[in-house]
């Protein structure tokens, strides 16, 4: 018996790749500061357990397949903040981000189809478009222009005859890179001209930091038709174990090709439907705590990385992850031996190797993204324990 050809052919998660060897050295008694993975430790605010204890019906029943009023109204509120006008018939709430794309890449592509992508990118893409017979064709960015991409004459160079889609993550992830609405009217009058879609993930919206001003193609209603937004309340809440997300587009077609596909999966979890509207409730001044935490982390943990030798690192504009090009030949091969090998006062630090990041075969090599979702403090020493970590691994190489 063979599995899919489908199946065979997608990687392992180059974030949680390493994890055993994480758990291995925390079980020999190191301290690891994991910044692979893009889980806070802020608290999730209180509302949400709040609404689903006063929850008071006497059967947790089948939630519509869009998702309950409440949590669509409140999603309602929360895109008018930014001028962006909603209908209830405009969103589909799924079961996370990560089932809002799937959703979208199914209800898009044929075999064969491709959508086009800045690399490095969040690497689950390959998995979503892979499960829908897609495939990725990559904008290839470098760590020197601090992975810039919404420029006309680059994707003209990178669209194929079979790109369906074009994918934006901004604030992005892995490379903290932020769109201003001036460069998604590139992007937009590109996908106009080439008849794409544009499809804009946006859970990091408001993490957009040094003064810019969050952006959103849903801010663009000349390409509404084109034009579909990707939710959750996984980053801007911290609640990442939730799984409540969304798609937002004022496309009927589309959404009522993605209600069939929901409707097949039954619905969203009931509960946590009703805790996210109270998230999606919560006000500006949630929204301007939580960016300047971040934007704290960030400061922290660029000011120690940018110090270390022969690093390349641009100071990331949103998100909560920086992209680093390290001086050493693999990264890989440099965090196995930060798990495994080294440690200073009992400590050692996990970050993830960005290779899994890039389309193109060769590029990342000797990147790595980090996820700056710890203090500041605890930010500062896990630079300090990489730039101590290349100094000791540089030495055992020569």
């Keep these: 018996m063979k599995l899919s050809e489908r199946v065979a052919a997608m990687q392992f998660s180059p974030i949680r790749k390493f994890n055993p060897l994480g758990f291995k050295a925390e079980e020999d008694g190191k301290t690891v500061y994991r910044l692979n993975i893009g889980q806070p430790d802020v608290e ?81 893409y390959s998995s979503f478009l892979n499960q829908a017979n897609g495939t990725i064709v990559p904008i290839t960015t470098t760590a020197e222009t601090g992975y810039a991409w919404a420029d006309k004459e680059l994707l003209e160079k990178s669209i194929t005859p079979n790109t369906k889609a074009l994918c934006c993550i901004s604030p992005g992830n892995p490379t903290g890179r932020v769109l201003t609405l001036d460069e998604m009217k590139i992007v937009g009058e590109f996908a106009k001209e080439h008849d794409l879609w544009i499809i804009s993930d946006e859970v990091y919206r408001e993490f957009a930091y040094d003064d810019r001003k969050v952006a959103s193609f849903g801010m ?81 943990a660029y000011e120690e990385i940018s110090q270390i030798p022969g690093v390349v690192c641009q100071k990331p504009g949103g998100a909560f992850y920086l992209m680093a090009k390290l001086p050493i030949e693999s990264s890989e091969d440099f965090l196995m031996y930060m798990l495994t090998e080294f440690e200073d006062k009992g400590e050692t630090v996990m970050f993830t190797p960005a290779e899994g990041f890039y389309r193109t075969p060769g590029m990342g090599k000797n990147e790595i993204r980090i996820a700056y979702v710890l203090e500041a403090d605890k930010m500062r020493r896990a630079a300090e324990l990489i730039k101590l970590g290349i100094e000791s691994y540089k030495a055992k190489k020569a």
């Design 44 to 124: 999730t605010p209180a509302c949400f357990m709040d609404a689903i204890k006063n929850f008071d019906k006497k059967v947790i029943a089948y939630a519509e397949s869009s998702g309950v009023n409440e949590l669509l109204d409140a999603i309602i509120k929360y895109n008018g903040l930014y001028g962006i006008e909603l209908n209830r018939e405009n969103i589909i709430v799924t079961n996370g981000g990560s089932e809002a794309l799937s959703l979208v890449f199914t209800a898009i592509m044929n075999p064969g189809d491709a959508a086009m992508m800045a690399e490095p990118y969040y690497t689950n």
């Design 220 to 300: 663009l209603p000349e390409y509404a038709d084109r034009v579909i937004l990707i939710d959750s309340v996984s980053k801007r809440f911290s609640a990442c174990g939730a799984r409540i997300g969304c798609i937002v587009s004022k496309n009927r077609e589309l959404m009522d090709g993605v209600l069939k596909l929901a409707q097949g999966r039954l619905c969203s979890p009931t509960l946590e439907q009703v805790g996210a509207a109270a998230l999606y409730n919560l006000g500006p001044d949630y929204f301007a705590e939580a960016k300047a935490t971040y934007e704290a982390r960030r400061n922290a």
